[in-house]
C-alpha cells in the first residue's frame, strides 16, 4: 500500500515538473516573440523619424511609403507574375540541386577510386563564383528560366554532395562490419547505418542550399530577364525608387523564411520517423 501510494505521489510530481516546464517554454517563446516585434517596431519608427533629416529619403524612403509600395506590388497581376517566376526558378534549382548533389555524393562516397580522382576536379568548380557562371548558361539556355535554374543547381549541388560525401565516409566502420557479419547486404547497409547516419549532414546542406538557390536566381535575374523578383529589384535601383526596391526584399525575405521554415518541419518529421529527434534537444532541456 506504501509502494503504491509513493508511485502515486511520485507520478504526481512528474506531471507537475512537466507542466511547469511547459508553461515556463511557453513563457520563454513569448517573451522572445515580444522583444523580437519590439525591436523591429523601433526600427521602423527610427527609419521613419530619419528618412530625410538624418538619412537621405531617395535612397532609403520611408516604411510608409514601402508598404504603399508592396501593396501596390501584391496588388497588382505583373507582382505575382515576378513573384511566380521567381518561385518556380528557386524550387525547380533548389530540387534538381538536391537530387544531383546526393546522389553524386552516394556515388563517389561509394566507389573511394572515384572520390579520389573526381573530388579534386568538383572543389576546382566549385571555386568558381556562380555568378559568373551565369553569361555562360544565358549563352546555352537563353535568356528564360533555365538559365536562372542552372545558377540555382550549381549552388545547391555543391553543398549538398559535400554533407553527404563526408557523411558517408565519416560513417562508423563497426557498424557496417556488424551490419554485414549478421548476413546484411548493401541495401541493409544503407537502410540501417547510411541514411540514420546521413540525416542530420544531409539536412544541415539542404537547409544551406535554400538561401543559395534564392540568391543565384535572384542574380541571375539582374543578369538577364525581363521578369521575376530580380528583374524588379533591377528596375527599381535603376530608376531609384526606394520603396519599390525594399518592397521587393520584403518579399524576398518572406520567400526566404518561407523555405527555411518549410526545411526546418521537414527535418524534424525525418528525424522522429528516423528515432533520431532526442539528439537534437539541447544539453539544458535533456537534464
Known amino acids: 500500500m506504501v509502494t503504491r501510494t509513493a508511485a502515486k505521489a511520485g507520478?504526481?510530481?512528474?506531471?507537475?515538473?512537466?507542466?511547469?516546464?511547459?508553461?515556463?517554454?511557453?513563457?520563454?517563446a513569448i517573451l522572445v516573440t515580444g522583444l523580437r516585434v519590439g525591436v523591429?517596431?523601433?526600427?521602423?519608427?527610427?527609419?521613419?523619424?530619419?528618412?530625410g533629416p538624418v538619412l537621405p529619403e531617395y535612397a532609403v524612403g520611408k516604411p510608409t511609403e514601402v508598404f504603399d509600395a508592396l501593396?501596390?506590388?501584391?496588388?497588382?497581376?505583373?507582382?505575382?507574375?515576378?513573384?511566380k517566376v521567381t518561385a518556380i526558378e528557386v524550387a525547380?534549382?533548389?530540387?534538381?540541386?538536391?537530387?544531383?548533389g546526393t546522389v553524386l555524393g552516394l556515388l563517389l562516397a561509394s566507389f573511394p577510386l572515384a572520390g579520389r580522382v573526381f573530388e579534386p576536379l568538383i572543389a576546382a568548380v566549385n571555386g568558381i563564383p556562380k555568378i559568373a557562371l551565369a553569361p555562360l548558361f544565358l549563352l546555352f539556355f537563353g535568356i528564360g528560366a533555365w538559365s536562372k535554374i542552372a545558377i540555382a543547381v550549381m549552388g545547391v549541388a555543391f553543398v549538398v554532395f559535400y554533407n553527404v560525401y563526408l557523411g558517408v565516409r565519416l560513417r562508423e566502420r563497426e557498424l557496417v562490419e556488424i551490419v554485414q557479419v549478421m548476413g546484411g547486404r548493401r541495401h541493409h547497409v544503407l537502410s540501417y547505418v547510411t541514411i540514420p547516419t546521413l540525416a542530420a549532414p544531409f539536412f544541415a546542406g539542404v537547409k544551406t542550399g535554400g538561401p543559395l538557390a534564392i540568391l543565384g536566381v535572384i542574380g541571375a535575374e539582374f543578369i538577364a530577364s525581363t521578369n521575376g523578383i530580380g528583374h524588379q529589384l533591377f528596375?527599381?535601383?535603376?530608376?531609384?525608387?526606394?520603396?519599390?526596391?525594399?518592397?521587393?526584399?520584403i518579399v524576398l525575405?518572406?520567400?526566404t523564411l518561407a523555405l527555411n521554415g518549410l526545411l526546418g518541419w521537414l527535418d524534424e518529421l525525418a528525424l522522429r520517423?528516423?528515432?533520431?529527434?532526442?539528439?537534437?534537444r539541447p544539453a539544458a532541456e535533456t537534464a
Not at 525547380?92 to 544531383?100: E, N, P
Not at 530608376?239 to 518592397?247: I, Q, S, T
Open 11 to 28: 507520478q504526481e510530481n512528474d506531471q507537475t515538473v512537466a507542466a511547469e516546464g511547459g508553461a515556463g517554454r511557453w513563457r520563454d
Open 40 to 51: 523591429i517596431l523601433l526600427a521602423l519608427v527610427l527609419w521613419q523619424v530619419m528618412s
Open 71 to 83: 501593396v501596390t506590388m501584391l496588388g497588382s497581376s505583373a507582382g505575382w507574375t515576378d513573384i
Open 92 to 100: 525547380a534549382g533548389f530540387g534538381i540541386g538536391v537530387v544531383l
Open 235 to 249: 528596375t527599381a535601383a535603376t530608376n531609384l525608387n526606394a520603396p519599390d526596391e525594399f518592397a521587393g526584399l
Open 253 to 255: 525575405i518572406t520567400m
Open 273 to 280: 520517423r528516423l528515432g533520431l529527434s532526442t539528439r537534437r
